[in-house]
Nanobody, 123 residues
Framework: QVQLVESGGGLVQTGGSLRLSCADS????????FGWFRQAPGKGREFVAA????????DYADYVKGRFTISRDNAKKTVYLQMKTLKPGDTAVYYCAANQGVATRIEHEYDYWGQGTQVTVSS
């Protein structure tokens, strides 16, 4: 059983930084690939970043590349999303998702989702 809990969201000014965490209470953390997605008000959920099971493969959406970094600590059963140079357009609820296959940008290929954490970037 995979249970994902996100944390680290909040209110930050333009240009600021936040680090989101996604903790998994399950026993098989290292066998899952993870992704971060976000959903802004009135918009659909979109891909942000993904990381493979061993942390080597990482993929980023163009609109966060160079500003966001995804990482994982298998010993702590936690996935991170370090966000820098935040913009008002990054305001959204951020979701962590787990996939027992490969890291992917495709939302419906993820089997487990967290409840989301709100990130608000003020101008």
């Amino acid at each position: 059983q995979v249970q994902l809990v996100e944390s680290g969201g909040g209110l930050v000014q333009t240009g600021g930084s936040l680090r989101l965490s996604c903790a998994d209470s399950g026993r098989t953390f290292s066998t899952y690939a993870f992704g971060w997605f976000r959903q802004a008000p009135g918009k659909g959920r979109e891909f942000v970043a993904a990381i493979g099971r061993n942390g080597v493969f990482r993929d980023y959406a163009d609109y966060v590349k160079g500003r966001f970094t995804i990482s994982r600590d298998n010993a702590k059963k936690t996935v991170y999303l370090q966000m820098k140079t935040l913009k008002p357009g990054d305001t959204a609820v951020y979701y962590c998702a787990a996939n027992q296959g490969v890291a992917t940008r495709i939302e419906h290929e993820y089997d487990y989702w967290g409840q989301g954490t709100q990130v608000t970037v003020s101008s």
